[in-house]
């Protein structure tokens, strides 16, 4: 596709509710990156795929949350037993690895719970 | 560990004035890209200006243009005859050298048009 594509754009979850997000980078892209922005903040890492490997992880916020990408292209965040502090916007990006070539965000996915 | 402060949460400018949005950052790598990316209420995050820090030239696309000071870790950018679609928040970033690491956000600036 021209872009990243992040689905659903928004989602509202009862607390306790298990929640995925899917991440759908651009054709090609060897590299992706999962980030969380909660309101009025700047984003933060979550985890880095280089194709199907989950390179690092250390930005997870606890074992609720989990990442795969088992073909290297098309991710999936997803959030177990949800609370209110997951509530922020998850932003997806993808690389192609080249040196200096940039990341390309998608629009993110809006996390509500109730 | 490497931190980007950006100070000023919210800024004003009349449309067509000049604005500067202020960052300062923390590192002890050499070798590190700089950032400066804009996400309007879309959400998209649009990156508007890079900075190799090897490179002492600012660099500089059309209206926006930075202001690198290596040594005082500072990175603001400018952006000249604002117009009322640079109205967004506006993120100071930077990134290891090493390939593909992780971005590292401010907190942000809102920057406002008036007409």
């Known amino acids: 596709g021209a872009g990243v594509s992040q689905s659903p754009r928004y989602k509202v979850a009862k607390r306790g509710q298990d929640v995925a997000l899917r991440c759908d980078p651009i054709?090609?892209?060897?590299?992706l990156f999962w980030y969380q922005q909660a309101l009025g903040q700047g984003p933060e890492f979550l985890t880095y795929?280089?194709?199907?490997?989950?390179?690092?992880k250390s930005g997870l916020p606890s074992d609720r949350f989990f990442a795969e990408r088992p073909e290297g292209s098309v991710s999936t965040l997803k959030i177990q037993r949800t609370q209110q502090e997951d509530s922020a916007v998850y932003l997806c990006?993808?690389?192609?690895?080249?040196?200096?070539?940039?990341?390309?965000f998608g629009d993110g996915t809006r996390l509500s719970i109730l | 560990a490497q931190t980007v402060t950006q100070s000023q949460p919210e800024m004003s400018v009349q449309e067509a004035e000049t604005v500067t949005l202020s960052c300062t950052y923390d590192?002890?790598?050499?070798?590190?890209?700089l950032f400066w990316y804009k996400q309007p209420p879309s959400r998209q995050m649009i990156l508007v200006i890079r900075?190799?820090?090897?490179?002492?030239q600012n660099a500089t696309e059309n209206r926006f243009s930075v202001n690198f000071q290596k040594a005082a870790k500072s990175f603001s950018l400018k952006i000249s005859d604002s117009q009322l679609g640079d109205a967004a928040m506006y993120f100071c970033?930077?990134?290891?050298?090493?390939?593909?690491?992780?971005?590292?956000f401010g907190k942000g600036t809102r920057l406002h048009i008036l007409p």
């Open positions: 054709s090609g892209h060897v590299s």
């Open positions: 990006a993808s690389s192609s690895r080249v040196d200096d070539q940039p990341q390309h």
């Open positions: 795929f280089q194709n199907e490997a989950q390179l690092d």
């Open positions: 970033a930077y990134r290891s050298g090493e390939r593909d690491d992780k971005i590292i």
């Open positions: 900075q190799e820090a090897y490179k002492q």
């Open positions: 590192t002890s790598e050499s070798d590190y890209y």
